[in-house]
């Protein structure tokens, strides 16, 4: 996979990462070339007296710089595979230098420390009646409290209204972040979340009254199903304990949810920075077998880098384990393998689509985010605005002005198989490309 340069390229979270890692692929800028078996790394000279140190484990690939950069991976990681690619002559077998060495022992560490714990768990005598009681009783707790914030909110939902958006001002708007905090306390960071957001598109465009009261809306069925949740379905039960901020126990998913094998095809990605340095990555995915949709959620901290690396137009054999829910769209990867072929592009018309959005939009209402296929579609600026035109259809697309102008420079006027996200107003597109089994035309910039 890391033999080529468009296969390295695909890891680059945009554009101007590949341009700038290609300004780096000069000998003469790497005082220090080197790899084994595992790793390749080398120390390349930058504006400081101290080179940058970089290193890449080939097994992720997973990178490591010592470079300030956010990106991830970064142009040194970059420039490092692609000097490799063009000449592996430069990089001498050797022995790994110590920073490379401990970094590649920490890996490897963590890795056997999971695997330890594992193994140990499974060996641990228990007490399965005991266990199951003492979880059961977390839950019950934590439900209780939940439970008690959602009827709070839901009499906090009542004043507002009755006060009128009309008669919101800044002081009052303060009174929703507040609310959102409480929440948070309550062990209910999602719905803090929901009012925090809420509160931010107050007075936002000049539809904000309908897209408040629509999330006003949502946050009371929200409420309502809290208030009721032991007569919904299992499904259900799952969504709302996404909803509330609760995560699921990993370990647990692994063994008892649903798997699917497949060859998964990265239709396209995208990370934006949450509050707290928190960074979400969102990765879509379609099997070729299945024809099934999924997406991997991840998230890190400080700017830390994600451990997997999947890029945009790639197909990988992998299994996937799907989190509980009604909309069947979030998985876990448990294993994956990059494999030597074409993308599998999906093909469907807009009526298609629309009809599974509906379906998932009815099976899970809290759903915000939709994968979205146009095929054929025709991309126009109008004014402020760029639409896609697909099926008879114009759909406003969610673009900032630099993205907005590459992608319509590459697209050229000719149709194209556009990807993206939809909220139910606009599609922020992810991925362009002219065809099945044709390249990556355009992707969005990841951060």
Known sequence: MLSDEASICALAPDPASVKAARGLVAPA????????????????????????????????????????????????????????????????????????????????????????????????????????????????????????????????????????????????????????????????????????EAAQGLHAGEDWPERSLQRLGLLQLACEALARRETLSAELQADLRSLVGWP??????????????????????????????????????????????????????????????????????????????AAGLRALALDSQALEQAAHWPSATLAEEWQQLALRSARSPWLNLHPLLLSEALLLNRGEATLAVAGGQSLVLDLGEAERWRLLAVTGGQAVQLMGEWDGRRLRPLTAWAGQGAPVLWQRSLA
């Open 248 to 325: 699921h126990d990993k370990a647990e998913l692994q063994e008892t949810g649903e798997k699917l094998a497949d060859q998964w095809t990265v239709l396209g990605q995208l990370t934006e920075e949450r509050e707290d340095k928190l960074s979400e990555r969102r990765v879509w995915l379609q099997g070729a077998a299945s024809g099934r949709r999924a997406c991997l959620l991840d998230h890190v901290f400080a700017g830390k880098g994600f451990e997997q690396v999947w890029p945009t137009g790639a197909v990988l054999q992998a299994t996937l384990v799907f989190f509980p829910g």
């Open 29 to 196: 800028k790497w005082p220090l070339l080197g790899q084994d078996s595992r790793a390749v790394w080398g120390e390349c000279q930058g504006s400081g007296a101290k080179p940058y140190q970089t290193q890449v484990d080939l097994s992720g690939p997973a990178f490591r710089c010592s470079c300030p950069s956010r990106k991830f991976p970064c142009k040194h990681g970059l420039a490092l595979l692609l000097m490799r690619a063009q000449d592996a002559a430069l990089f001498a077998a050797s022995e790994a230098p110590a920073w490379v060495g401990e970094w590649l022992a920490t890996r490897s560490e963590k890795a056997q420390k999971k695997e330890e714990k594992a193994a140990e768990k499974a060996a641990m005598p228990v007490d399965p009646q005991a266990a199951a009681d003492r979880q059961a009783q977390r839950e019950a707790q934590r439900w209780q409290r939940v439970t008690a914030a959602a009827a709070e909110l839901q009499r906090w939902l009542a004043d507002q209204l009755a006060r009128g958006l009309g008669s919101l001002n800044p002081e009052v708007i303060k009174s929703w972040h507040t609310m959102a905090a409480r929440l948070v306390d309550a062990q209910a960071p999602g719905l803090g979340q929901r009012v925090r």
